[in-house]
């Protein structure tokens, strides 16, 4: 454990000024923490006659009980991350909380990359057929019914655009 530390370590020192953040694996914190810590009140008792009030059993029983409202929720705690993403789908499949949705967009990337780019095509065709697709895709969707196959489909309301008028 101790040469991870260290790799971690160095690093941390090379690449602290642009910005790396402190690591938590420290050879020092290792040390620390893997000391041997035992305490014995032999002494207490020979020197002092003390005889403790708890077990120890007892003692940590007690403890953990005291702490019941630090347990564990089934809560999810919410990221960082997935807040500035939306919190939405987008965030669901970078995230790879969803990963069907994350799969099929790979899929779907991978399809279009090799289609558009990999079959030798210039930029300005690839855009072309980009922006065909984009537009069939929304003719098909705008056309669709409400419902398909028991799937909701979401759509803008006509409402929501507004086509401002030229003075």
């Known amino acids: 454990m101790m040469p991870l530390a260290h790799v971690v370590e160095w690093t941390y020192k090379s690449f602290c000024k642009y910005g790396m953040k402190v690591p938590q694996l420290t050879p020092s914190r290792i040390r620390l923490l893997s000391c041997n810590r035992t305490f014995s009140c032999s002494r207490a008792k020979d020197q002092l006659g003390y005889e403790p ?5 007892d003692g940590l029983k007690r403890t953990i009980e ?11 705690s919410i990221s960082k ?3 500035l993403l939306g919190n939405g ?4 499949t970078l995230l790879w909380e969803d990963t069907k949705q994350t799969m099929t967009v790979l899929l779907l990337l991978a399809v279009i990359y090799y289609q558009l780019f990999t079959c030798g095509y210039t930029i300005i065709t690839a855009m072309a057929k980009i922006f065909s697709l984009t537009a069939l895709f929304l003719f098909i969707h705008g056309m669709l019914p409400a419902n398909v196959f028991g799937h909701k489909i979401e ?4 409402s929501n655009f507004h086509i401002s008028q030229g003075k």
């Open 89 to 92: 789908n987008v965030a669901k």
């Open 66 to 76: 005291s702490y019941s409202h630090m347990q564990a929720q089934n809560q999810r």
């Open 81 to 83: 991350t997935s807040i």
């Open 155 to 158: 759509k803008l309301e006509p």
């Open 53 to 57: 009030i708890v077990s120890l059993k």
